[in-house]
């Protein structure tokens, strides 16, 4: 069972804002969105979610360098269950490869 997803969650992604934006629609479908720089408001309907993400920096392991951006999700209106159906499907869409 996953973790309880609270109205407001912050964490990094280790991707860009291009990769972002790449992705976004396929992890949100059937849902829209709309972009102001780098904030995205994605209507849903019991609310909204507001994704803010923060400059890109990289984080360094050994000789490997890989973006890290901050990620801000605020979901307004919302319950626990609507939260977490929705960071399920939005995960599983940025996931990147590994064991």
Do not use: K
Not at 3 to 28: H, K, N, Q, W, Y
Not at 66 to 93: I, K
Request: proline share 7%; net charge negative.
């Amino acid at each position: 069972m996953g973790s309880v997803i609270p109205p407001m969650l912050s964490r990094d992604m280790g991707l860009t804002l291009e990769d972002f934006i790449r992705s976004l629609p396929s992890a949100i479908a059937p849902l829209t969105y709309q972009v102001e720089g780098r904030q995205f408001t994605i209507e849903h309907p019991n609310g909204s979610v507001v994704i803010a993400l923060g400059e890109t920096g990289e984080r360094r392991i050994a000789s490997l360098s890989l973006p890290v951006t901050p990620v801000d999700f605020q979901f307004n209106g919302l319950d626990e269950t609507a939260r977490s159906h929705f960071m399920q499907r939005f995960d599983r869409y940025f996931q990147r490869g590994g064991g």
